[in-house]
C-alpha cells in the first residue's frame, strides 16, 4: 500500500519500501517509520550562542543532538554531509529519549537543541527527547527551516521555549530554485510559534547576488517588526560558498552591515552580524537606554549587565534569560 | 499450399474486444494501491537503524559540533 505523509507541505507519497524526501520516514510494511529515531549522528556541547540564539539563557552550554535528514534541499546547505544523506551511509549513536535528558545534566547543561540538520522531519524523536527534558526541568531549542505543516507544529510547540528559524529569503521564487521548497509555511511557522509563547529569533543567511538586495532585506526586517515585533532578534549570517553553490563569493563584510542598518531603519532592535567578526557586532543593547547589556566575543559572553531578565534603567528585555 | 495474406492475418470483432479490454484492464491491479493513498502525519519509531552504529564518547560530546547551528 503507498502510504502518504502529511508532516511538511511536501506531502510526499511513498510507495513499499521507498522514502519521502527527507530521506528518514519510510514506508516499511505499509507503515510510516521514522527510522532514525533513537539514533542521533552528532551529539555535542555548544555555547548556546553557536545556534545562534543571544536572547537564551546566555553563557550555557546547550547538549546539541541532530539525525540524518532534511526535507528542503539547499544547494548552499552548511551541513550537506549530514542532511543530505542516506542514513544508510552516516553512522549514528543509541540514544533514547529517556537518556537525553541525564546527558544533558551530566554535563551541566540547562538546554537541549535539536539543531545540525532538520528537527521537524526527525519530528517524533524531536517530540519525545524535549517531552522527556521538560520533565527533567531543561528547556528546548529548535533550530529550523520552519517548513513544517501547521497541526504538527501545534503539537510540537508547547514543549519548545526557543525556536531559531531560518527565513532564507523573502522570495517564493528563492526558496522553489535555491532550496526546493516554498516561503509560505516558513512564515507561518514564524508566526505561530510566536503566538504560542517560543522565544523566536530569526537567521538570514545572507547570499551575494541571491537575496542581498536592498529591497529584499528591508522586506525581511518589515516583516519580521510587523508580525513578530521590533524586539524579535534578526541575525544577518555570511554565506561561504560550498556543496553545490561554490559559484558565488563570500558574503562582503559591507554587505553584512548595510542589512543591518537596513533591518534597523525598519525599527527592529536586536540586529546581528554572524560568521564574520565584526567590531560590536555581536552585543546586545537596551532598546531604551542604550546601554551595553552584554558583550559578545565569538562564542563567549564577556559581561552580561541584565539582572532578572531586565535592563538596569528597567527595561523588561524579550529573551529567557534565567 | 494455402497462401497468406493480410485478410488471413486479421482477427474478428470478438477477438479484438478480448484484447482491446485485456490491455485496458491489465494495468489496473498496480495502480489500484494509488487510489487508497493513507495519510499520516506521525511515524513509528524504526525498530533499528540501517546504518552503521558508535559508541557516544565523552570525547566527542564535550567538543562543541563542527556543523553549522
Known amino acids: 500500500m503507498t502510504l502518504q ?4 507541505p511536501k506531502g510526499c507519497v ?9 530521506r528518514i520516514r519510510v514506508n516499511i510494511d505499509e507503515r510510516l517509520v521514522a527510522v532514525t529515531y533513537g539514533h542521533p549522528c552528532s551529539v555535542h556541547i555548544d555555547p548556546v550562542e553557536k545556534k545562534p540564539m543571544f536572547h537564551f539563557l546566555p553563557g550555557t552550554g546547550i547538549l546539541s543532538i541532530a539525525t540524518v535528514g532534511c526535507n528542503l534541499h539547499c544547494k548552499n546547505c552548511q551541513n550537506w554531509e549530514i542532511s543530505q544523506e542516506n542514513p544508510e551511509n552516516v553512522s549514528a549513536e543509541e540514544l533514547s529519549p529517556e537518556r537525553v535528558p541525564a546527558l544533558a545534566k551530566e554535563y551541566g547543561c540547562q538546554s537541549v537543541a535539536y539543531t545540525y540538520t532538520e528537527p521537524l522531519v526527525y519530528y517524533e524523536y524531536t517530540l519525545d527527547c524535549s517531552m522527556r527534558a521538560r520533565e527533567a526541568g531543561l528547556r528546548n531549542v529548535i533550530v529550523t527551516a520552519g517548513y513544517l505543516n501547521e497541526e504538527p507544529l501545534r503539537k510540537l510547540y508547547p514543549h519548545i521555549d526557543g525556536a531559531q528559524i531560518d527565513i532564507k ?14 516561503l509560505g ?13 517560543v522565544l523566536v529569533e530569526i537567521t538570514n543567511l545572507v547570499i551575494p547576488t541571491l537575496n542581498d538586495s536592498d529591497e529584499e532585506l528591508r522586506k525581511l526586517a518589515r516583516w519580521v517588526a510587523a508580525h513578530l515585533g521590533a524586539e524579535t532578534p534578526l541575525h544577518f549570517s555570511r554565506f561561504f560558498p560550498q556543496y553545490r553553490m561554490k559559484n558565488l563569493p563570500p558574503t562582503p563584510s559591507e554587505t553584512l552591515v548595510r542589512a543591518r542598518d537596513i533591518a534597523r531603519e525598519e525599527g527592529l532592535c536586536h540586529v546581528y552580524i554572524g560568521n564574520l567578526s565584526l567590531p560590536d557586532s555581536e552585543n546586545t543593547y537596551c532598546p531604551a537606554c542604550k546601554q551595553l ?4 566575543r565569538g562564542f563567549s559572553v564577556l ?18 534569560w534565567q | 499450399m494455402r497462401e497468406r495474406t493480410l485478410r488471413h492475418m486479421a482477427i ?6 478480448r ?9 489496473i491491479p498496480r495502480f489500484a494501491g494509488h487510489g487508497m493513498v493513507r495519510g499520516y502525519v506521525e511515524a513509528v519509531p524504526a525498530r533499528r537503524y540501517p546504518g552503521p552504529l558508535r559508541k557516544i564518547t565523552e570525547k566527542e560530546v564535550k567538543i562543541p559540533g563542527h556543523w553549522a547551528g
Open chain 2, 19 to 27: 484484447v482491446t479490454t485485456a490491455a485496458i484492464l491489465a494495468p
Open chain 1, 14 to 22: 511513498i510507495e513499499h519500501g521507498q522514502s519521502g524526501e527527507c
Open chain 1, 5 to 8: 505523509c502529511n508532516l511538511c
Open chain 1, 169 to 182: 529569503s523573502m522570495s517564493d521564487a528563492f526558496y522553489r530554485d535555491i532550496c526546493d521548497a516554498s
Open chain 1, 185 to 197: 509555511p516558513v512564515l507561518n511557522a514564524c508566526v505561530l510559534a510566536r503566538e504560542m509563547g
Open chain 1, 303 to 320: 559581561t552580561n549587565n541584565i539582572k532578572y531578565g531586565k535592563c538596569p534603567c528597567g527595561k523588561e528585555l524579550y529573551g529567557i
Open chain 1, 293 to 296: 547589556l552584554i558583550e559578545r
Open chain 2, 12 to 17: 474478428n470483432r470478438r477477438g479484438f474486444l
